[in-house]
T-cell receptor
Framework: SQTIHQWPATLVQPVGSPLSLECTVE??????LYWYRQAAGRGLQLLFY??????ISSEVPQNLSASRPQDRQFILSSKKLLLSDSGFYLC?????????????FGQGTRLTVV | GENVEQHPSTLSVQEGDSAVIKCTYS??????FPWYKQELGKRPQLIID?????GEKKDQRIAVTLNKTAKHFSLHITETQPEDSAVYFCAASGNTGNQFYFGTGTSLTVIP
């Protein structure tokens, strides 16, 4: 069966520090991968999505970047965190194919920038 | 890109009553519409989905309807129970690139 791992679960970082969140998927190949951010009490904002290694699309201009160095690995990064980067970050994957299917979410990372 | 709007943002119902959450989308190319339930501090999980070739789908106490012409879809929960209390998100997908675009969420509270 497929599983998705996301870590760390919680993170407290000072303003101006770098960020690296990692997500890996097991049990499937060639998945679509996504990074979402959920601000407190708000919806899920799509940050990045990837349809293959090295293929990253950004939905919103921001202080973050994403990379996909391997087929089932998706990394969210920042060189210098801002206070506004605080939030709940969710990695997700879906099967790539002719029909869209559900997105499966990781457990999430609660990031607090102080 | 796709724009998904969701209403209401908060909803309180008495246990046993029905709850309805409505979403609209902008991209006529979207063809897959999942609904997710997120309990406090946890990941969103799929509860029901519908494809554009279907007008209605039911699964026990939950149902989803889709009006492609009007570009709106709705979640219906009947005989609500306290454990239905959570945040519910609608989403649209199927435009180029398989992105999922989510609504802003509805916080449902079922009052015992």
């Amino acid at each position: 069966s497929q599983t998705i791992h996301q870590w760390p679960a919680t993170l407290v970082q000072p303003v101006g520090s770098p960020l690296s969140l990692e997500c890996t998927v097991e049990g499937t190949s060639n998945p679509n991968l996504y990074w979402y951010r959920q601000a407190a009490g708000r919806g899920l904002q799509l940050l990045f999505y990837s349809v293959g290694i090295g293929q990253i699309s950004s939905e919103v201009p921001q202080n973050l970047s994403a990379s996909r160095p391997q087929d089932r690995q998706f990394i969210l990064s920042s060189k210098k965190l801002l206070l506004s980067d605080s939030g709940f970050y969710l990695c997700a994957w879906s099967v790539r194919g002719p029909k869209d299917t559900e997105a499966f979410f990781g457990q999430g990372t609660r990031l607090t920038v102080v | 890109g796709e724009n998904v709007e969701q209403h209401p943002s908060t909803l309180s119902v008495q246990e046993g009553d029905s709850a309805v959450i409505k979403c609209t989308y902008s991209d006529s190319a979207s063809n897959y519409f999942p609904w997710y339930k997120q309990e406090l501090g946890k990941r969103p999980q799929l509860i029901i989905d519908i494809r554009s070739n279907v007008g209605e789908k039911k699964d026990q106490r939950i149902a989803v309807t889709l009006n492609k012409t009007a570009k709106h879809f709705s979640l219906h929960i009947t005989e609500t129970q306290p454990e239905d209390s959570a945040v519910y998100f609608c989403a649209a997908s199927g435009n180029t690139g398989n992105q999922f675009y989510f609504g802003t969420g509805t916080s449902l509270t079922v009052i015992p």
